[in-house]
C-alpha cells in the first residue's frame, strides 16, 4: 500500500512537472492523470498544486467541477451511456434500465463484482444512430437487446 | 490497377461497426490476392446507411450499404471491386438522392477524401483559401469574410467578420484563435464529422483567422466525449505541419501560424464562450460577465476569437470563391450553407447541408423520410437541449436564423432531434430543467436555483398537486430564467419548457394516476 501511494504520486508529479511550462496546464495534467491512473486520487491534489503555484482549495474546485473526473477508481470497464435527447427519442430510457439490470449497475454506479461503472454522458454526437453508448472508448450505435448482451458479455467476461 | 475501397473511420461510422467491415475487408483482399487497398475517409453523413463502403471505378465511386462484416464475402462474390450490383449496391455515391440534394460547400471533401491526406487535400481544392489569403491584407480578408455573410454557426449567429475585425483592431502582443469544438447539444454531430472527415479545412480555416487578425496561437477546445476526432485532429496538425501549412513560415509566407488540441472534462457549460475560456486557462468553467468582450479581453486577457468549428471550416470556401459566391445562397439574413443535422427517431438520419431557407417541414418529412419507427412525428427540438419543441402545425417555418426567433425557437447548432407520438412532452420539459441542473456552472442564481425548482414544479404538476398554480409558476420561473441568467443555459432553458407548454398542452393536464391493486 505505501508503494502504491508513493508510486501514484511520483506519477502526479511526473505529470504535472511535464506540463508546468504550458499555457492552462490542469486540464492536460488532470486528464493524463485519470487517463493513468483511472481516477484523480485526493492525495495527488497537493503535488499538482506546489507544481503550479495554486492553492490546494483551487485544484479542488476544478476537479470537482467537472463530470468526467473521479475520484475512486472505477469498475474494470467504465461504460458511457447517452441521456440526452436524441437517445431518449429511440428508447434510451429503456435501454438504460434494462442495461441496469443487466449490468447490475445504474447511472453513477459500479457493479457488486467490480466489472464496470456505469455514467451518464449527454451526448456523444452519434445521434442519427441511437441510443448511443462508449465502452472502453469504443463507441456503440442503435443499441438493441443484441448490443446489450455484447456489451454484458463484454464486460463480464 | 490497384482498386481503392473507401470504409469511414467517422465515429458514427465506427459505432456501427466500420471498423470491423474494414478488417473483414482487409482479410478478404489478402486472402483472394486482389489487387486493392482499403482507405478510411471520413462519412458521407447518411447514416441509415452507415458502414456505406464505397469503390473506386471507372465510372466513379459505386457505394454498398448498410454492410455488415457478414455481407463481405459476398460482395466480393459478386463483384463489388468492379461495382457490380449486389442486394447492399446503392449505385453511385454522389447519386443517391439524399446527398444528390445538398449544397455541399463546407462539407464538399467530407466523405470523399483520406482525412488525414494532405495530399488528398489539395487535389480536392484545399489550401486554394489559404493561398488566397496570403495574398491579402487583414483588412480585406476581414472584409471578405464580413461581405459574405457568414454568421456564427455555434448557434448565436453573430457576424463572424465583425467579431474577427476587433480582435484585428485590439492591440496586443499575443492573440487567440480558439476553436469552439466543445459540440454538447444532443442532435449535433457536424463539428464531429467535419473535424473526423475532413480536419485540413479546419485548420486551413483557423490559419486564415489567424492572418485576419495578427494572432499566431490557436486553441481548439474538443470535448472529451470526442476521443476519435482527438486522434484524427492530431494526425492532421501533424501533417500540416510537416508540410508547412502549420508553423512559423506558412506555406513560405513568412507569417505564423500554429495550434494544439486542448481536451474538456465533461461540462456542457463550457460551450459557452467565457467558460470555455476559463476552462483552457485550467479553471472551473464558469461563465463570465460581459463586458469585457472576447475579442477584447478573451484568453489569459488577451484579445481573441472564439468561433465555431463549423464558423472556421466555412471560411477556406469563402476565400476560395469569393464572398459573393457564399453570400448568394440562403435568405435573408442567414447567408450561405448550414449543414442541418437530423437525429432522434428519423428514418434518414444524417447531415444534410443546404443553403438556409428550407422549410422544417422539407427537412423532417421529406429529407429525413419522417420517423425511424414509422409513428406519426409528434415534435422536433431544434437546436439542442435549449432549443424549442415544435409541433408538425409549424413545419413551414423556414429554416433561416430569424424565422425561428420569430416562432419563439433557434437554429441553433442547426440539429433537429425527431419524436414520434410516444414521446411525453412533459416529461422532456422536466428534462429540460434536470439538464440545465446537471450542467449549471453555479454562477448565477436564476440557473443554479431555477433549474433545481423548476424539477420540482413539474413533479408536483405531474402528481396532480394544485396543476394551475404549477403551470403559472413555471411560466413565472421561465420569465425570470429567461431574462435573469448571466448565458444561454439559464436563459434559453426556458424555450424546450415553454415550447412543451405552449404546443403541447394536453401532456401537461392531470393524468389519471394509476391506482394501486391491493
Known sequence: MQQ?????MATARTIAERWKGAEGPLLPILNALQAELGHVPRETLPVIAETLNLTRAEVYGVVSFYHDYREHPPGRHVLKLCRA?????????????????????????????????VEPVYCLGLCACAPSAMLDGRVIGRLDEAAIEEIAAEVQR | ???????????????????????AIGAEIARRGVDARVVRNGSRGLYWLEPMV??????????YGPVRPAD????????????DQHRLWLGRAEAIPFLQRQTRLTFARCGITDPVSLADYRAHGGLRGLQAALAMTAEEIVATVTESGLRGRGGAGFPTGIKWNTVRETPGAQKYIVCNADEGDSGTFSDRMIMEGDP???????????????????????????????????EAMAAARAAGVLGPDILGSGRAFDMEVRIGAGAYVCGEETALLDSLEGKRGQVRAKPPLPAHKGLFGRPTVVNNVISLASVPIILDRGAAFYRDFGMGRSRGTIPIQLAGNVRHGGLFEAAFGMTLGELVDDIGGGTASGRPVKAVQVGGPLGAYFPPALFDTPFDYEAFAAKDGLIGHAGI?????????????????????????GKCTPCRLGSVRGVELLDRLAADVTPQRQLETVTDLCETM????LCALGGFTPYPVMSALTHFPDDFRPRAVPQAAE
Open chain 2, 200 to 234: 485540413f479545412v479546419l485548420i486551413e480555416g483557423m490559419a486564415i483567422a489567424g492572418l485576419a487578425t495578427g494572432a499566431t496561437k490557436g486553441y481548439v477546445y474538443l470535448r472529451s466525449e470526442y476521443p476519435d476526432a482527438a486522434v484524427i485532429l492530431d
Open chain 1, 85 to 117: 435527447e436524441a437517445c431518449q427519442a429511440m428508447g434510451g430510457d429503456a435501454v438504460a434500465e434494462r442495461l441496469a439490470a443487466r449490468l447490475g449497475a445504474g447511472f453513477h454506479e459500479t457493479a457488486a463484482d467490480g466489472s464496470v461503472t
Open chain 2, 72 to 83: 463481405v464475402a459476398s460482395l466480393f462474390d459478386c463483384g463489388f471491386l468492379a461495382g
Open chain 2, 1 to 23: 490497377m490497384t482498386v481503392t475501397v473507401y470504409v469511414p473511420r467517422d465515429s458514427g461510422a465506427k459505432a456501427l461497426g466500420a471498423d470491423r467491415v474494414a478488417d
Open chain 2, 54 to 63: 464505397e469503390v473506386q471505378t471507372a465510372n466513379g465511386r459505386v457505394a
Open chain 2, 482 to 485: 429567461k431574462f435573469g441568467s
Open chain 1, 4 to 8: 502504491a501511494t508513493t508510486d501514484v
Open chain 2, 417 to 441: 432531434v425527431v419524436f414520434d407520438d410516444t414521446a411525453d412532452m412533459l416529461k422532456q420539459a422536466r428534462f429540460a430543467f434536470e439538464f440545465c441542473a446537471v450542467e449549471s456552472c
